[in-house]
């Protein structure tokens, strides 16, 4: 639980606070549009395409925008990822498609802004009716768990091909990271709810909130009752410092704090760290200290126990950080969560840390810094209670992670998984909306194949 409730609220008001959280980066005008999209060449062997984990036709798309067919460039996005709106303002293209781009080159250095055109496409789409239609009803149903990109992605492509669905969802909202994870000024406004709206208007798919597997949902009596299952579970809970003190008021799961923030519609009640720690290297971490620096705290550092090479955060991110404030300590280790006379944070002393041979140690010397917030950025990892019912309990594991073959299938016949819960990838957004599609076409072959021979 998220114990902030001592720590001030912000001397500014929730209009001034607005301003803060408004998009990172304008969308292009069409003059830009035209413009950037006419500096494409149009590859016809496109690396561009092959670094992007969704398998976007992104030349095709490009082309349409040059010529002026802004909704055959949004079909083209979409017909690949159906939460292309959401990927174009998330997705790391710097180190994806852009970084791919035959003009991103020492000549150059410029690569075509892919992510741009991407999210203009699909902004100026002004489709009049959803751009999909569903094929002849299969007759079969499917149950979807976690309305997360994965979920969301595969629901759609289901239904697209005939089956009816029914998504589960464990929180009060669908769009699972896009609706909670995501820092506010990637993704304002209600945008995740708007997509999440745009894509259910294919019909065939029902949207069930507050189901939570492990809780009032068990995979034995979704097996039972529906046709395949597909888990789109995410990562749902937060990795241990291990150290004494992680439970005082004052530390919290850096996702608590972005959580509640995206859904609070009033930023000046929110908790503000005036003087803020982060632990961790990745996008979260990224996105945690440059919140709490746009809510008003006087100081944020972001700590990490390696260098900045081995950063998890791209490069544009840690960009993102400096030109917010953020200061960025690299080779140092949490040794001890600092308690005040209350009980609450006032600190955390580290470790200095190097490498030895190639293995991190601690070099000896220690330091403490104060901070009346300390938030964790160190990972996610999978909730047990998930599955822990009998059925449950009989899919094969790689690692903490449910195993799946290249189709996404696991162990259970019937049952198939995607997203942050299954081990390949890097944790990506772009890369659960493509596990999901693919399930649906493993899902969607396996049950035509049972049908024929029936």
Known sequence: MIDLDHLPRPSATHAELASQFGDLTPPLNARQAQLESERCLYCYDAPCVTACPSEINIPSFIRN????????????ILEANILGGSCARVCPTEILCQQACVRNNAQECAPVLIGQLQRYA???????????QRAESSGRRIAVVGAGPAGLSCAHRLAMLGHDVVLFEAEAKAGGLNQYGIAQYKLPDDFAQREVEFLLGIGGIELRTGQRLGDNLDLGALYREYDAVFLGLGLGASRQLGL??????????????????????????LPLARQCLVLGAGNTAIDMAVQMKRLGAEEVTLVYRR???EMGATGHEQEIAKANGVRLLTWAR??????????????????????VEGRLQDSGE????????IFKAIGQAFDPAALSDATASELRRDGERIWVDAAFRTSLPGVYAGGDCVQPGQDLTVQAVQHGKLAAQAIHQDQMTQAEVA
């Open 65 to 76: 925008i040059a010529q002026d067919n802004v909704r055959g460039a949004a079909q083209t």
């Open 122 to 132: 699909l902004d100026n789409s002004d489709f009049s009716e959803h751009p999909f």
């Open 244 to 269: 004494t003190g992680e439970d005082a008021p004052g530390l919290a799961a850096a996702t608590q704090w972005i959580k509640a923030l995206r859904q609070s519609d009033d930023y000046a009640s």
């Open 307 to 309: 260098g900045f090479a």
């Open 334 to 355: 949490p040794q001890q969560v600092l308690l005040d006379a209350q009980g609450r944070v006032r600190g955390m002393r580290f470790a200095r840390t190097e490498l």
């Open 366 to 373: 220690q330091f403490e810094l104060p901070a009346s917030g």
